[in-house]
């Protein structure tokens, strides 16, 4: 009998195990798709970014974009592409202040990061649902103004400035 109770217990547990998904959901970490489509005048990156969203609100997602574009600039950096060389991320082991992350984690919250948005290209706005899935694949491109953006985390001591090379 106890045998049988710990194969049911055994089969029960393989059960549940496989029939959980893998598959990325909207609300879990955020892991977006940056694309180069070039470097601007002006310290700016033009860039695609594409991200997984449960609605089609046009207020929800490109909020969600903007915060990833900032985001990517400044913890990832810029791949390389289309005539460009790779951006470094403005955040990294040389340049961080240690004690930033409140200061990082308010700018996000506050939602300062659509400061640093130049512009939208609405004709490079795609929409596609996720086969098998609630979720939408959404790809805008924008601007994102990088050395406004290094001047703001430079100034409330986020990074380092350039001058601590020399």
């Given at each position: 009998m106890r045998k049988l109770v710990l194969y049911f217990i055994v089969f029960i547990s393989l059960t549940l195990t496989s029939c959980s998904s893998s598959k990325k959901l909207a609300s879990n970490v955020k892991d977006y798709n940056v694309q180069t489509m070039g470097v601007g005048i002006d310290g700016t990156y033009l860039i695609n970014v594409t991200?997984?969203?449960?609605?089609?609100?046009?207020?929800?997602?490109?909020?969600?974009?903007?915060?990833?574009?900032?985001?990517?600039?400044?913890?990832?950096?810029?791949?390389?592409?289309?005539?460009?060389?790779?951006?470094?991320?403005?955040?990294n082991n040389d340049t961080r202040i240690e004690g930033n992350e409140e200061a990082l984690n308010q700018f996000f919250e506050q939602k300062l990061y659509l400061n640093f948005i130049n512009s939208i290209v609405n004709s490079s706005k795609t929409i596609v649902r996720v086969k098998?899935?609630?979720?939408?694949?959404?790809?805008?491109?924008?601007?994102?103004?990088?050395?406004?953006?290094r001047n703001y985390l430079i100034d409330n001591n986020i990074i380092k400035?350039?001058?601590?090379?020399?």
């Open positions: 991200d997984y969203f449960k609605t089609t609100d046009e207020r929800v997602y490109l909020d969600g974009l903007k915060k990833d574009a900032v985001h990517c600039v400044i913890y990832s950096g810029i791949p390389a592409g289309n005539g460009s060389i790779k951006q470094p991320a403005l955040l098998d899935s609630k979720d939408y694949k959404i790809s805008v491109t924008m601007s994102v103004n990088k050395d406004e953006l400035s350039l001058n601590y090379l020399f």
